[in-house]
């Protein structure tokens, strides 16, 4: 695990304009810098990034965040790679807590390796007019070629020898290109194939495909787990089409390097495909990160079904309410491959926005495994789907899901979630209401209060202990006390920000970092807390006052009582 103290020294060193500035050109626009977001198609600038505040917002889709979670976002990558990347970035070395999982260390010379390996299979395809010929026919261009990176492997036992110095050297069978067999004797994995280079979201070569020409076993030969290479968190074509990704919004998931490139080839530029493993919930995840929608498009034979609600079970607890997962299933007799340049780009996308929802997908499986018409398979639909419902944490799918669950098995939701041991939202507590100690505070106070602490942290040690604030965003405030109080490190807003990010607060802080940023660099915020806090007090005074003359006024109260009020009396007149 890193250490906390150390991702926000990180967000301290950092500077968030430089961390954009390498993949958008910004443009400096008064106090802030502005570009087109590019994580939603705009034609005037929307994205704003505050270099005093060390975070980023668009006003036109919302996204926002820091220099880690924008790396995420832009490139793909999971929060460890993010922070690893930008820390090499600006020459720190990430610590590691004490963790019983082994962390490896990828030497550089190893992704040299693989970039020397993909130039050698390029330069094969070139001079062997069988392979040439052999994409010919499937259709593909030397532009998509080229932009895949696909090569030729001869058909030789030991054709890695042209392209590296030293065909003993250990790293060729690290990386998996070699294979060392019994006395020692090495030769090449990948013989008389089409090669598919692997790349990571940084654009590094990490594995490759190999496709016979003819007929052959496997069909396909991928590189083995290295430490480069990580089946179930790589995805093929994810560098190549993450622009067009973010463009669509929308991600379409095949089971084949060809499927991907033939959809490239047709247009369809926003295809990806697992590496010869069922999609993983780092697939998913990963893919979320980058788009509202994914589409697993998947044969219609026996083992396309299969691998369909394989990716359902993975993408289940990764289910966000508001992004949309759909499935595809293609006529038997085709695949993505073969259906686009049969049928066309335009055929194609519009089986793709007439995919079936998740929920109609999960909800179609499952009835059709009973007889509802019966007690005993209504019974069992409640049991099957337990485990696949109760998987998923996002609020609202959930309870539409469990709805309808309930109403196919002819129960109440109440029964369904009882059966299930689900706990009910509990409802605010009814009851006679006694005199307000205090009144509420206006929601603006608080609103701007929280600005305040969105801009400079510190400012919450100024709050006296026993504060009290309501609503959403008085929670969001005692929380960030708390973290102050656990935190002996130099606070920022952007070590803030991404503290919160995964929190229940994380909408609040949002919100406030979307409104501070019309703030000017001059705006006085400690002026504005200490006028903020203090009217706050004062409302509450009032409150109290109020509640006082109901009953009666400084009459009712006995001497120590009534000085206190002569107190607070004083203080509302400051």
């Not at 954009?20 to 050109?25: A, D, K, T």
């Not at 609503?471 to 006390?481: F, K, N």
Request: hydrophobic residues 40%; negative net charge; charged residues 25%.
């Amino acid at each position: 695990m890193i250490p906390k103290s150390f991702i926000q020294d990180l967000l301290n060193r950092l500077d968030i304009v430089d961390v954009i500035e390498r993949y958008v050109p910004l443009k400096k626009a008064g106090t802030n810098f502005v570009a087109c977001c590019p994580f939603h198609t705009e034609k005037s600038p929307s994205f704003t990034v505050s270099q005093s505040k060390q975070f980023y917002h668009c006003f036109g889709c919302g996204a926002h965040g820091t220099a880690i979670g924008f790396v995420m976002e832009h490139t793909g990558m999971g929060f460890v790679e993010a922070i690893e990347d930008l820390a090499k970035g600006i020459g720190l070395a990430v610590p590691q807590e004490a963790s019983n999982i082994t962390q490896v260390k990828v030497a550089p010379d190893l992704y040299d390796l693989m970039q020397s390996a993909t130039r050698y299979y390029r330069d094969q395809l070139k001079v062997t007019p069988r392979a040439i010929e052999y994409l010919k026919k499937r259709g593909l261009s030397g532009e998509v070629a080229a932009r895949f990176g696909i090569g030729y492997s001869p058909d030789d036992w030991q054709n890695l020898r042209a392209a590296v110095s030293n065909y003993q050297d250990a790293s060729l069978v690290e990386t998996g290109l070699v294979i060392e067999g019994e006395g020692g004797k090495r030769y090449d994995r990948f013989r008389d194939r089409i090669m598919f280079p692997i790349v990571n979201v940084k654009g590094q070569i990490i594995g490759f495909g190999g496709r016979v020409l003819d007929k052959g076993e496997p069909k396909y030969l991928n590189s083995p787990e290295t430490t480069l290479f990580e089946k179930g968190h790589e995805l093929y074509g994810l560098y190549q089409a993450q622009k067009a990704i973010r463009a669509q919004q929308r991600v379409i998931v095949v089971e084949g390097y060809m499927d991907v490139v033939a959809l490239a080839q047709n247009g369809v530029e926003y295809a990806v495909a697992t590496l010869g493993t069922a999609t993983t919930p780092f697939h998913v995840q990963k893919l979320l990160r980058l788009c509202e929608q994914i589409v697993f498009c998947f044969d219609g034979d026996k083992p396309g079904q299969k691998a369909a609600w394989r990716a359902l079970e993975n993408a289940l607890p990764q289910l966000q309410d508001g992004k949309r997962i759909g499935f595809l299933f293609l006529p038997e007799e085709h695949d993505p491959d073969t259906y686009i340049r049969e049928y066309g780009r335009d055929a194609f996308e519009h089986e793709v926005e007439n995919s079936l929802p998740l929920s109609g997908y999960l909800l179609r499986e499952l009835t059709a495994q009973v007889d509802l018409k019966t007690q005993e398979g209504r019974s069992a639909l409640l049991k099957n789907a337990q485990p696949l419902l109760t998987a998923i944490t996002a609020p609202t799918t959930a309870l539409l899901l469990r709805k309808e669950i309930a109403a196919l098995a002819g129960v109440t939701q109440a029964e369904l979630e009882a059966l299930w041991s689900i706990k009910p939202v509990a409802a605010p507590p009814r009851g006679p209401s006694a005199p307000p100690k205090a009144k509420r505070a206006a929601p603006s106070g608080m609103r701007t209060l929280l600005r305040c602490l969105v801009m400079k942290p510190e400012l919450a040690r100024e709050l006296p202990k026993d504060w009290q604030g309501e609503g959403a965003e008085g929670a969001a405030i005692h929380a960030l006390v708390d973290w102050l109080n656990e935190s002996a490190d130099e606070i920022s807003t952007a070590a803030m920000i991404q503290h919160f990010q995964d929190s229940m607060h994380k909408p609040v802080f949002e919100s406030a970092q979307a409104d501070v940023m019309q703030w000017g660099e001059d705006f006085d915020v400690a002026a504005e807390f200490a006028d903020t806090l203090q009217g706050l007090r004062r409302a509450v005074i009032d409150a109290e006052l109020d509640a006082l003359n109901a009953k009666g006024g400084l009459s009712s109260l006995n001497k120590d009582e009534q000085a206190r009020y002569l107190q607070l009396l004083q203080l509302c007149k400051k």
